[in-house]
């Protein structure tokens, strides 16, 4: 049975951290300037990320991604012993994933260097994938219906908290130089366009035979048959993939065989009212 924690009205999954942790994470945790960022929201393509991210960190070589879990490439920060872990490491350079909020976040990343790629995916379908993720595994409690997930969802009471906050929160940083917004659906839309420019943003350039070789080894089809990215790895009491399996379909826009048209209409219209001063145009507007 999962339990939640509370940490600053945030509800967290007790089995990943503990308000300790979260709070040395805010207030003590020491950011470097060549440090690297993942950072989503729960089911916006986390996974997804860290393999393009590991990948490009070894310009273009697979051993890595094939050889070691991906919670161990990128580490989530806010899971057990990880921040005092990466705090020893002095020699390499770090690579972390999160799923904090800003305003959550370590307080010495802001006025530092370090890099953030914040990737954001069309909240439908990230509650979508959420409902599958919450029954596999033990970090969410099960949800009774999708109706009931629909609900918390709008009023932001899951781990994490507010999607809409979250985004918002994060989106503060857009024009900073330290900053790469990137979308689940561009990453759909142009892999490989995708690929090169986060490449870029972490200063690195490569020829288009390397450029293939990452763009292959990150596809849906090659990550759900690699045990180190796929989450086999990981015991069956954490996650049961015989319920839902992680890399489960890897689509946009299966929210439409999800969601009644009433939902939907509701839902258009608590993001409508919760972003709509957003200066931006997200790629699901419309959709
Ligand atoms: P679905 O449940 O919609 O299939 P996260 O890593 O943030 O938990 O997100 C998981 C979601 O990203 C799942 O979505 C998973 O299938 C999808 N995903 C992971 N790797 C992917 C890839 N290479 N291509 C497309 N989708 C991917």
Same mark, same amino acid.
């Given at each position: 049975?999962?339990?939640?924690?509370?940490?600053?009205? &945030?509800?967290? !999954?007790?089995?990943? &951290?503990?308000?300790?942790?979260?709070?040395?994470?805010?207030?003590?945790?020491?950011?470097?300037?060549?440090?690297?960022?993942?950072? &989503?929201? !729960?089911?916006?393509?986390?996974?997804?990320?860290?393999?393009?991210?590991?990948?490009?960190?070894? @310009?273009?070589?697979?051993?890595?991604? =094939?050889?070691?879990?991906?919670?161990?490439?990128? !580490?989530?920060?806010?899971?057990?012993?990880?921040?005092?872990?990466?705090?020893? @490491?002095?020699?390499?350079?770090?690579?972390?994933?999160?799923?904090?909020?800003?305003?959550?976040?370590?307080?010495? %990343?802001?006025?530092?260097?370090?890099?953030?790629?914040?990737?954001?995916?069309? !909240?439908?379908?990230?509650?979508?994938?959420?409902?599958?993720?919450?029954?596999?595994?033990?970090?969410?409690?099960?949800?009774?219906?999708?109706?009931?997930?629909?609900?918390?969802?709008? +009023?932001?009471?899951?781990?994490?908290?507010?999607?809409?906050?979250?985004?918002?929160?994060?989106?503060?940083?857009?024009?900073?130089?330290?900053?790469?917004? =990137?979308?689940?659906?561009?990453?759909?839309?142009?892999?490989?366009?995708?690929?090169?420019?986060?490449?870029?943003?972490?200063?690195?350039?490569?020829?288009?035979?390397?450029?293939?070789?990452?763009?292959?080894?990150?596809?849906? =089809?090659?990550?759900?048959?690699?045990?180190?990215? @796929?989450? +086999?790895?990981?015991?069956?009491?954490?996650?049961?993939?015989?319920?839902?399996? %992680?890399?489960?379909?890897?689509? &946009?826009?299966?929210?439409?065989?999800? %969601? +009644?048209?009433?939902?939907?209409?509701?839902?258009?219209?608590?993001?409508?009212?919760?972003?709509?001063?957003?200066?931006?145009?997200?790629?699901?507007? =419309?959709?």
């Amino acid at each position: 049975m999962s339990e939640y924690i509370k940490y600053k009205g &945030t509800l967290f !999954p007790q089995l990943s &951290t503990t308000l300790k942790d979260l709070n040395f994470l805010e207030n003590e945790f020491l950011i470097r300037d060549d440090d690297i960022f993942n950072i &989503t929201y !729960p089911k916006s393509g986390t996974t997804w990320v860290t393999e393009i991210l590991s990948i490009i960190h070894t @310009n273009g070589d697979p051993t890595w991604c =094939n050889t070691v879990p991906n919670w161990d490439r990128i !580490p989530w920060l806010e899971s057990p012993d990880v921040a005092e872990k990466l705090q020893e @490491n002095q020699s390499q350079q770090r690579l972390i994933t999160s799923h904090l909020a800003k305003h959550l976040f370590c307080k010495s %990343f802001f006025g530092s260097k370090a890099k953030v790629i914040y990737t954001a995916r069309n !909240p439908k379908d990230v509650l979508v994938s959420l409902y599958y993720f919450a029954k596999m595994s033990v970090f969410y409690e099960d949800p009774e219906s999708f109706d009931a997930l629909f609900k918390q969802f709008i +009023t932001g009471k899951l781990p994490y908290g507010s999607w809409f906050d979250h985004v918002r929160g994060w989106m503060e940083m857009t024009g900073k130089d330290n900053f790469f917004f =990137n979308t689940y659906e561009d990453l759909q839309r142009d892999l490989r366009g995708s690929v090169i420019r986060i490449s870029k943003f972490l200063g690195k350039s490569f020829d288009d035979a390397v450029i293939d070789s990452i763009v292959e080894n990150v596809t849906f =089809n090659t990550m759900k048959k690699n045990n180190m990215a @796929n989450f +086999t790895m990981l015991s069956s009491t954490y996650m049961d993939q015989e319920k839902s399996p %992680f890399l489960r379909k890897g689509v &946009t826009g299966d929210w439409k065989n999800h %969601f +009644t048209v009433a939902q939907s209409e509701y839902f258009d219209q608590v993001y409508k009212e919760k972003m709509q001063d957003l200066c931006v145009k997200f790629p699901w507007d =419309n959709n």
